[in-house]
């Protein structure tokens, strides 16, 4: 699992040792898949909840702002936990002298927040999930007029 961090297989530190390190990485890393399951399935069921309570009772409903998308921004806290999770549990896996805490846990918040927010969007676009009368397709890009004459 911890080719999920490809960029970091090494340790920042030359006191750690690799095993350390992989370890950490590896504990790391389904942290990180729980933190973002849970994150997209939140994600996910409140923007379809969100989306089937909208209601278009005037035209000028149909312009309104679309605020349901906002619950992909429940990526931002998942990504400050993972962070947070990754700072707390370094010192216990590479040891108390060890540097490297805080580009690790950035690194593991940033690609929590990333994988959270790009897997619940792409959910999000499938057919079903947003009501259709909320798609908008354009018609006469797709089909053409009857000409008459």
Known sequence: MQIMFFWM????DSAVSQTDWDTYLNFMAWVTVLVVLVTV??????YALSARRRRIRTPAD?????????WTLLSIPAGIAGGI???LNFASYCGEEATGTVPA?????????L???VLGYLIILIPGITPPAFKYRPKEWIFHRKVTS
Do not use: D, K, N, Q
Request: hydrophobic residues 55%.
């Open 9 to 12: 297989l090494s340790p920042y």
């Open 41 to 46: 399935a939140a994600i996910v069921g409140l």
């Open 62 to 70: 149909l312009f309104r702002s679309y605020g349901c998308m906002w």
């Open 85 to 87: 999770v990754a700072a």
């Open 105 to 113: 846990s950035i690194s593991i918040g940033v690609e929590t927040f």
């Open 115 to 117: 994988l959270c927010f």
